[in-house]
């Protein structure tokens, strides 16, 4: 690693590209392509122009001040007043640091790694922390001199700044690094089953209580992480607030969870169901003029005879071409998935249209996902495990970004 010239005390860090490497990857490893201002300074650093390819094994300056940290404060060693500000460089600094990109802690080796959106595009006067999403309307905008919110998936404008923290998937899940932009301007909606005064389909194992809520629920809470990570817009509907992504096998069942707003869910069937898709439609018509795509994903846990195995099957409306396009799309997802990780179990599940409230009533496209059935102790395993519910949320995400790649290249 070579340090260039310097700049305020400071030198850009250089780095040798690795084969394949482009600039999105290079600077994605570091955090930096988020900002447009990092990737602008990227090319005027290197002499180059956007069209122009890299090259392997060359050395590129990113743009990363690399100082030499004081010891006392990051404030002292980079001469800035802003408290908040050298917060985040030191969060840059440690995120880094864990991912194993940055080799030591810069407490111990003194060496601080200044990003420019941190620091010479503000220094400019530029407003290089975009908003993820443009167009945004409200009190909530923010320019990368403001402190990087704490943030409920989307705020009321869907602002999602950098880094983004989002408390409701725990405390070991909450930090979310954009790993690419490719479903910038897709708006989902993860509703997961039941909730709040029903648990929904339940079950025991041993000593254990098994309810549908709980386990749909954790799944639609990967499921929003993925799409975050990927640039999306994501309201997760039913919400427990004290409840993030659990890494248990058995989940504890309560009866707190709420609607969107903080609206207390109804005891009654149909308000419930009204509820949900009424917020749902009240959001589908604010993002409207903004969204590339909406869809609503509800996620549930079926219950049938005990002996009954059944797999990942999909609903969607009767009529719906584009519902049946999503509910295909995600059949042949899960169906690849399968032939990929278990070659020798087969998938069985299917695509059926039926005229249920979630899809009737939404706005948005829709599609209906049950998990399995609850009551199997075969169909168990793909619920219990933290693993596979983690791979079920990645897969789905997987089929959501297939369809959305079709819509957003025509």
Request: net charge positive; proline share 3%.
């Amino acid at each position: 690693m070579l340090w260039s010239y310097s700049i305020a005390g400071a030198n850009h860090l250089e780095v040798k590209l690795k084969a394949g490497d482009g600039i999105y990857t290079l600077l994605n490893r570091y955090d930096l392509y988020y900002h447009k201002c990092n990737r602008d300074a990227f090319y005027e650093l290197n002499d180059l122009k956007p069209e122009d390819y890299l090259l392997a094994n060359k050395r590129y300056k990113l743009p990363i001040l690399v100082f030499e940290f004081n010891k006392i404060s990051i404030r002292k060693t980079i001469n800035i007043d802003d408290y908040k500000q050298a917060l985040r460089i030191q969060y840059y600094n440690d995120s880094l640091f864990r991912k194993g990109i940055k080799e030591s802690d810069f407490r111990s080796d003194k060496v601080l790694w200044v990003p420019y959106h941190e620091y010479d595009c503000n220094k400019k006067g530029s407003n290089s922390s975009q908003q993820a999403n443009a167009g945004q309307s409200g009190n909530n905008q923010s320019t990368a001199n403001s402190t990087p919110p704490t943030v409920d998936v989307v705020n009321e404008n869907g602002f999602k700044p950098y880094p983004m923290k989002v408390p409701i998937l725990g405390e070991k899940h909450n930090k979310i690094t954009v790993v690419d932009e490719s479903l910038k301007g897709c708006v989902y909606y993860l509703v997961s089953g039941h909730g709040g005064p029903d648990p929904g389909a339940m079950t025991h194992k041993g000593v254990h209580s098994l309810c549908e809520d709980e386990y749909a629920y954790d799944v639609t809470l990967r499921l929003a992480r993925q799409l975050l990570q990927r640039g999306a817009i994501v309201y997760v509907i039913i919400r427990d607030y004290n409840d993030g992504i659990r890494d248990e096998k058995y989940l504890g069942y309560d009866k707190d969870e709420m609607c969107w707003g903080r609206q207390k869910i109804p005891r009654n069937q149909r308000a419930r169901l009204h509820q949900r898709t009424s917020t749902i439609n009240r959001l589908y018509e604010k993002n409207k003029k903004r969204a590339k795509i909406q869809r609503v994903v509800a996620i549930h846990v079926d219950s049938r005879s005990q002996g009954q195995k059944i797999d990942v099957f999909f609903y969607h409306y009767p009529g719906s071409k584009q519902g049946k396009v999503l509910a295909d799309t995600m059949l042949n997802t899960f169906r690849s998935k399968y032939a990929e990780f278990q070659k020798d179990r087969g998938y069985k599940g299917v695509v059926k249209s039926r005229d249920l409230w979630m899809l009737r009533e939404s706005k948005p496209q829709t599609l209906y996902i049950e998990l399995g059935n609850i009551t199997n102790d075969y169909d168990q395993r793909r619920i219990l495990s933290p693993n596979n519910r983690e791979a079920l949320s990645k897969w789905i995400y997987i089929g959501l970004a297939k369809e959305a790649k079709v819509l957003l290249d025509r």
